[in-house]
């Protein structure tokens, strides 16, 4: 366990390693108590601190016929395998998406979450794709999802930018599932090309931005606004369980936004939460369990 804190109390930046566990998070929880306005990060580790684990004992008790066919060993690194097939693929991705966006409810991590914000003015960038803000009661115009839903489909090689759902589709697919195969009858095709499907998740130059998503990042771009123009408003950042898979899209801006309007950072993450920007002058690194620290910040 590491809490430390940057501050800066003589317009000097200092680095200040505490053992005083309790005195951090004291202080972390009356600057977000205080605060009217939070942003907040939120990466694969929230989620996996709730309990929506890629690995372990949830993937291999699921996944035991397609740990013994193609050798895989979680979540994560079996989404890129090169299933042989598209009726292989798609049986993989139907058990993947039941698993982690339609079989879990709203995890209480999630909820802890919501209920510390219902009098801030919030707004949640996440690159998380299981939905669980919106299962959680997240206001859907707060909350921009940047890596996609595992809930829906899109064209494999963007020939278009609409996603389509798959919350009718994945059932009969597992269902229908024999060996890691689903009949080729399944399989879905994109209906304005005739190519391959895929699901909504960011993983190459030919992921769809629709409209939604669009109107979704206007949505950040104007709170991130509303830092510069009302600075007197009491703001904290607030991140949790980013690490470095996709650090240019939370982990570096947090840290820009905090040293440009000289805003609190809050940092959980359970493996790394370093704040490397030297020019962040009120940063708190909280390296724990964040199923743990949640509840005693909020």
């Known amino acids: ?54 690995s372990g004992e949830r993937f291999t008790s ?14 994560y690194s079996s989404s890129f395998y090169p299933y042989p097939t598209d009726a292989e693929r798609w049986a993989y991705w139907a058990k993947h998406v039941a698993l982690c966006r339609y079989e879990p409810p709203a995890m209480p991590l999630y909820r ?44 494999m090689r963007g020939c278009h930018q609409r996603i389509y759902p ?15 195969a689903i009949p080729g009858d399944l399989v879905p095709h994109c209906p304005v090309c005739g190519g391959p499907m895929m699901v909504h998740l960011r993983c190459d130059q030919y992921f769809v931005q629709d409209e939604a998503w669009y109107a979704a990042q206007r949505r950040y771009n104007h709170f991130i606004q509303q830092l510069q123009e009302r600075p007197d408003v009491p703001t904290v950042l607030l991140e949790f369980g980013v690490g470095w898979n996709t650090p240019s899209i939370i982990r570096f801006p947090f840290e820009a936004i905090a040293a440009m309007f000289d805003i609190p950072l809050i940092r959980v993450n359970m493996d790394d939460a370093r704040i490397d920007a030297a020019d962040v002058q009120q940063g708190f690194e909280i390296q724990d369990d964040i199923a743990a620290v949640l509840p005693r910040l909020l």
């Not at 798959?166 to 890691?180: A, F, G, S």
């Open 1 to 54: 366990m590491t809490f430390s804190m940057a501050t800066d109390h003589n317009n000097n930046h200092i680095d200040i390693i505490h053992n005083d566990a309790d005195a951090i998070l004291a202080e972390a929880r009356e600057l977000i108590a205080n605060s009217e306005r939070v942003l907040i990060g939120a990466g694969a580790g929230l989620s996996a601190a709730a309990g929506l684990t890629y």
């Open 62 to 75: 699921n996944f035991g016929p397609w740990i013994a066919k193609y050798g895989i060993s979680d979540l």
């Open 166 to 180: 798959l919350d009718t589709l994945v059932p009969v697919m597992l269902e229908r599932t024999v060996d890691c």
């Open 112 to 155: 802890q979450l919501l209920d510390g914000m219902h009098d801030k003015d919030y707004f949640v960038l996440t690159t998380n794709v299981d939905a669980q803000f919106a299962k959680a009661g997240f206001d859907p115009f707060q909350f921009f999802a940047t890596q996609g839903d595992y809930g829906f489909m899109q064209c």
